[in-house]
């Protein structure tokens, strides 16, 4: 079966769809993003908040470096992901600060299953997979797909890049710069 044919790949702090006319409102793109190596302080078990109420368990560890779901409120993957990666899931992943991707496809060929790969380029490490479909009837269409992504994870400063594959064949990527605010 041929592979779809990527148009676009992007990446943004929020996407919108108008009702009316059914247009993507892609708002806040970016390809570079800056982190700081303070990490905040742990929170204390059992502490109550200010407001005389505990805070509730977050799927999320989060340190002004990196934000991203835990390994144990993950769901279970029927493919098993890169070694080192993340299996995550649009659910897992739709919090505050997260961004979107917008994709836009043609040549799709009836459901087509796709993967999204955020990658170290220095290292080669993937540090997180998301998987999900697209279907088009006609190959001629263009599809757009809205997906949302956790926070990047920014071990350290350089350049990552978010992948877009077909059948585990490379559709294309967008390079991502990360940026430590605490080295000046």
Do not use: W
């Not at 943004?12 to 303070?38: E, L, P, W």
């Amino acid at each position: 079966m041929p592979k779809p044919v990527l148009q676009a790949l992007v990446l943004a702090d929020h996407i919108y769809q108008d009702k009316i006319t059914g247009k993507k409102i892609i708002a806040g793109t970016f390809n570079r993003v800056c982190f700081s190596r303070m990490k905040r302080p742990p929170e204390q078990p059992g502490v109550e908040s200010e407001f005389g109420e505990r805070p509730s368990p977050s799927p999320f560890q989060s340190t002004s470096e990196t934000a991203m779901p835990s390994s144990a409120s993950l769901p279970p993957s029927s493919s098993s992901p890169p070694p080192g990666a993340r299996r995550l899931t649009a659910a897992d992943v739709q919090k505050a600060g997260s961004p979107y991707t917008f994709i836009s496809l043609t040549d799709v060929h009836g459901s087509t299953p796709l993967e999204m790969r955020y990658r170290d380029l220095s290292t080669g490490a993937v540090l997180f997979g998301i998987s999900f479909q697209v279907a088009s009837e006609d190959p001629l269409d263009t599809v757009e797909a809205v997906v949302p992504v956790p926070p990047l994870p920014t071990p350290h400063a350089g350049v990552f890049a978010l992948e877009l594959l077909a059948e585990n064949e490379l559709l294309g990527a967008l390079r991502i710069t990360a940026v430590d605010t605490s080295e000046k």
